[in-house]
Every structure is written in C-alpha cells, then in structure tokens.
C-alpha cells in the first residue's frame, strides 16, 4: 500500500520502465455526482500495488505522469469510468490505452463482456466480486478487500497478455486501434450541453414539452454538477417530465402537480425551477438544441432493416465478433433513412460489413437459402 509521496514517485518511475501497467479503481458515487476515488490499483510484470488517494497530501502528480507516459499502455477493463475520474482530477484523458472489454468484443465474447467472465474464460480462475459492495472509503482496508483488489489487476495483466496475442493473430491491431481512439473523446467525459440534448429521451408528444425538459435537465445537470450531488436529489427524472408537460407558471400552479412535495416548494430551487419554464417558454424553436428526429415506419424500410439485421448477425457471426460492435439497430436505422453516417460507413467496420450493407441497399446483393449447409448467405449480383 502505498500512502507516502516518496513511496509513490519511486513506484512510479519504476513503472515508466515498463511497455504497459494494468490501472483499476475502487471509488463511491452514491452521494456524490463526481465518483470520490478511494484507491487506485496498478500492475506492471514485475510488481502490483494500491495508492491511497485518501492520504491527506499525498502527491498525486507522479501517477498522473504516468498515465500521460506515451512509452506505457495503460490497460483497463470497462474504463471508461476509471478514466473519466482521472480526466476530471487532471483535464488530460491516459494515453495510451487499451480496454480488454473492447479486445474482449473484437474477439467473439459477446457485447460488454464482464471482467469476471473474461477471468473465468480466460484463466480458469473464479473471483468472488462480493467486495465490489464494500465501502472503500473507510480504513484501515481488510486483508480481503487488499487481496482482492490487488488481483483486479494483477488478473488483468495476464488477461491482457492473452488478449493481446489474439489479436495480432487474427491482424485485428488496427481494428483495436481504433476503437481505442474514441475513449480519447473529451466529449465522453465532458460532454457539451448539445451532446447531452442530442441523447435525452423525449417521452412526450408535445414539442414544447421536450422543449421545457431540455432546459430543465441541463439546468439540473449545472446544479448538480456545481453542489457535487446525485441529478436525483437535485431533481427526480418523472419529477421534471412531470412539469415539462404541465409547465406551471406560478409557485399556486406547480404546487398542483401530485409529485412536488411540500418541502419543494419551500426551498429556493422552486423559483429556479419556475425561471427555467418560463424562460423556456418565452424562447422560439430555433433557441434550443435540436431535438431528435421522429421515428419513421416505411415498409421498404421496415424490410431492408430486417435484412440488414441479419446480414449483421451473419457477419458476427462469421468473424466471431459481437454484433454491437459492428453496428446497433440505431446504426442501421441512421443508414436506412440516411441520417447521419453510422460508424460502420468507415473503417474496419466498412471492410466487413459495410461495403456489403450499401450493395443490399442498392439492389446489388441478393439473399437465399441453401438447404444442404442450413443457412441463409449473401450472394452479389
């Protein structure tokens, strides 16, 4: 356990010797809209260790340089939660990485394959992830829970040595290549007030309600944001459709919504509340972020998405590779009636499935049964 900032720079210069260190961490958002970190777990080859964030004046700054070290990969499993705690501590995202789930798709194990499948799969070893509910913040930590958390990466190191021969194997680096690409996003981090519009869910018919609930999410998103606090306890989800759709004038009207509670209305954030509608209101189409485009039922459409959808499966299937990575039916559906350009239009996304989806598309691909092998193939005309 490392709880001293001597301590910490000599571990990690030793780790500035290495080609790649396995990086997980232990943190809490319960309460809290930021995660409070609570231990920071690292590995190389040679040696693992815990870093104590929780040490009052510990010197942080060499484990950061670190993960700015462009000669070490830094590896982890689902990261993108790990890296967003460190992009906001520092403003810099870890360069370089690799995300084992990610390998782990590009491999055949299924969409969002979990970390202890990937150990049982992989290394025939079991992991008991009832310590994933302790509290982490409080010391002294138990021996298991130092146990444990020091095999998430030492397991992760081995997980990656496998991984990573597989996919150069297969000549599937590049494909990780660019898949790894995207977590150097801020926008995923960080999103902009427009990215977080562009990916709310408008459960209401009336514009103008998705219009007010646009605004009364982003200011949710401010306040939450600004006082460190969960967006529920700023305010409830229904609690803001709710008003979207009656959008109340006055402190009388909002009061009638059955749920505002008395003690709501009591505190200033009802009159914010009330500002944010009629400020809303008061706005023309053309002041708010654009909303979602309708969902279309064409039959042709309707059809040629069915196709697709099974070319897709075929294809996974094929290159033994999660179908979500290649494409989601959002994907297809964004291709079908040309919204947008989904992301497999480019790529190594484009080489194996994409090239084939515009053929259909156009009418140049054809589909049949063969009834000796059982299946259904794809044949160009």
């Known amino acids: 356990m490392i709880t001293t900032s001597e301590e910490l720079k000599e571990v990690c210069q030793r780790f500035a010797t290495q080609s790649f260190v396995t990086i997980d961490t232990e943190f809490l958002r319960e309460h809290t809209f930021y995660s409070k970190l609570c231990l920071i777990q690292v590995a190389s080859l040679e040696e693992a260790v815990l870093i104590d964030p929780l040490i009052k004046d ?3 700054k060499p484990f950061f ?3 700015q070290n462009k000669d070490v990969v830094k590896v982890f499993h689902s ?27 590009v491999l055949g194990y299924g969409d969002c394959v979990g970390y202890q499948q990937l150990v049982m799969d992989l290394l025939r070893i ?13 010391r002294p930590l138990s021996q298991a829970q130092v146990r444990y958390a020091l095999s998430d990466v030492t397991h992760l190191r081995d997980i990656y040595l496998k991984v990573k021969e597989k996919i150069e194997l297969l000549n599937r680096s590049s494909w ?8 150097y996003d801020k926008n995923i981090y960080e999103p902009s007030p427009e990215k977080i519009a562009s990916k709310l869910k408008y459960n209401f018919k009336s514009k103008q309600a998705k219009y007010i609930y646009q605004d009364l999410y982003l ?15 700023v305010m409830k989800d229904e609690v803001m459709q709710d008003i979207a759709r009656a959008h109340p004038k006055s402190i009388e009207e909002l009061s009638t919504l059955r749920s505002i509670l008395p003690s709501f209305l009591k505190k200033h954030k009802a009159q914010e509340v009330l500002d944010v509608v009629n400020l809303a209101l008061s706005k023309k189409a053309e002041d708010f972020y654009p909303l979602p485009q309708e969902k279309q039922n064409v039959i042709g459409n309707k059809n040629l998405m069915s196709i697709l959808h099974l070319l897709l499966d075929m294809i996974a299937g094929k290159e033994k590779i999660a179908s979500k990575l290649i494409g989601t039916h959002d994907d297809l559906y964004s291709f079908v009636y040309e919204i947008g350009e989904p992301s497999f239009m480019s790529g190594w996304r ?3 499935f ?24 794809f044949s160009e005309i």
Do not use: C
Request: glycine share 6%.
């Open 79 to 105: 990261g993108r939660q790990d890296i967003e705690i460190f992009y906001n501590m520092t403003k810099q995202i870890p360069f370089p990485v690799f995300d084992t789930q990610i390998a782990a798709m």
């Open 65 to 67: 340089e670190l993960l």
């Open 176 to 183: 990780i290549e660019e898949e790894m690409n995207e977590l």
């Open 126 to 138: 079991e992991i008991d992830k009832g310590m994933q509910i302790t509290d982490w913040s409080k």
């Open 219 to 233: 200011w949710r998103e401010e306040k939450a944001k600004k006082h460190n606090l969960p967006r529920r306890q």
């Open 354 to 377: 994409g090239r084939y989806a515009e053929l259909i598309k156009k009418g140049k691909m054809g589909i049949f049964y063969d009834p000796e092998q059982k299946s259904v193939l």
């Open 58 to 60: 510990l010197d942080l």
């Open 350 to 352: 484009y080489d194996i």
